[in-house]
């Protein structure tokens, strides 16, 4: 089991910054690739970002590529979400999930989910 729990939410005015993290407990981090996923009230989850277990292959979405940055820090078993020049269709609640050894921009593929922390963009 893996466990995933998000902080660093928040409300933020547009053009903002907010960082996110995902910190991870009960499995080895470093063997997991991991994402970072969002909602919006009556949408349906939409993949963000993800980053390989190594580090060395990352892929965004078209629509945060240039404004939002994932990293990690396997000494610390936590994944990262810099998200700069936010915009009010930012607003979602963002969750992170953890894949053992692969990474997928698909919800379904990811075997374990943090509850999520709440990001609000005001215009």
């Known amino acids: 089991q893996v466990q995933l729990v998000e902080s660093g939410g928040g409300l933020v005015q547009a053009g903002g910054s907010l960082r996110l993290s995902c910190a991870a407990s009960?499995?080895?981090?470093?063997?997991?690739?991991m994402a970072w996923f969002r909602q919006a009230p009556g949408k349906e989850r939409e993949f963000v970002a993800t980053?390989?277990?190594?580090?060395?292959?990352?892929y965004y979405a078209d629509s945060v590529k240039g404004r939002f940055t994932i990293s990690r820090d396997n000494a610390k078993n936590t994944v990262y979400l810099q998200m700069n020049s936010l915009k009010p269709e930012d607003t979602a609640v963002y969750s992170c999930?953890?894949?053992?050894?692969?990474?997928?921009?698909?919800?379904?593929?990811?075997?374990?989910w943090g509850q999520g922390t709440q990001v609000t963009v005001s215009s």
């Open positions: 999930a953890a894949k053992i050894w692969k990474i997928s921009q698909f919800a379904h593929d990811y075997d374990y």
């Open positions: 009960g499995r080895t981090f470093s063997n997991y690739g």
């Open positions: 980053i390989m277990w190594g580090g060395g292959s990352i």
